[in-house]
């Protein structure tokens, strides 16, 4: 799996999710700088990182989503090309028209960074076949806004058509009030496009991927992904 | 020419901030505080003369990047 990681200045999590996926997926990542109007040639897999992207400024994600480098993101995601932004990145995803909806203020105006749990809703798609189909899993998130909001016509369509890949939960798999951190619209913690090759998530699976963690449940992804482009090639 | 952009959030989306500002005021014992939502302002000079031109260009900038449309309404005003 070739993989292309976008940098942006105020981004900070780029190099853990290099890490993460040279170690899982065997391949150094490209580290491609934000204002190239270009991929690497061979680029199965764009990633948008978590961080501050220029400070926040304006909103989450706002000014990184029109950066030069996004119009090639949007050709790539136009191709069928394998798109995953995390935290910072679902952020800019959504400012850059490639998902709905947007992220809101935590509803408690908190930054919130712990372990939570997530809900694997679905198996059959490049982005969980890693897991099972209601699989729990436990990874960190550092947000303050992670609060998912869209208007209701986006939501019923996101929730009808298996959009919604990752939703927060409490450690048995219940979805419900106590368990949704942030206040987001029916606990979604993570959205696919409506072809499915672009996922933003809140939570960073590239943050519990070796034993040194103490949790290796963010693996599945990555690892669903290359499985996902073996099988294709 | 002098311009004012004025981001506010549509009605029916929840805004924390503005609960959290509406909380403060009352316990300042600011009174007749009934709600509270927060917004953000631009003010923007244009290099040209011509309004019409100038109000193209204020839309577009709200509009590609000043407000994120999903959550947000925003207007425009020409201050001369």
Known sequence: MKSAILVFPGINRERDMARALRMISGHEPAMVWHAETSLPKGTDLVVVPGGFSYGDYLRCGAIAARAPVMDAVRDHAA???????????????????????????????????????????????????????????????????????????????????????????????????????????????????????????????????????????GRGLFAGLVAHLDRAA | MKARVTVTLKTGILDPQGKAIEGALKSLGVDGVASVRQGKVFDIELAGTDKAQAEAALKAAADKLLANTVIENYRVELLG
């Not at chain 1, 679905?122 to 609060?147: C, K, L, M, W």
């Open chain 1, 79 to 217: 191709k069928g090309g394998l798109v995953l932004g995390v935290c910072n990145g679902f952020q800019i995803l959504c400012e850059s028209g490639l998902l709905p909806g947007v992220l809101m203020r935590n509803d408690r105006l908190k930054f919130i960074c712990k372990d939570v749990h997530l809900r694997v809703e679905r198996s059959d798609t490049p982005f969980t076949r890693g897991y099972n189909a209601g699989q729990v899993i436990r990874v960190p998130v550092a947000h303050g806004e992670g609060n998912y909001a869209a208007d209701e016509e986006t939501l019923k369509r996101l929730n009808g058509d298996g959009r919604v890949l990752y939703r927060y939960c409490s450690a048995d798999g219940e979805v419900g009030d106590l368990s949704n951190i942030n206040g987001a619209a029916h606990s979604i913690a993570g959205i696919v496009n409506e072809s499915g090759n672009v996922l933003g998530m809140m939570p960073h699976p590239e943050n519990h991927v070796e034993d040194i963690m103490g949790c290796t449940d």
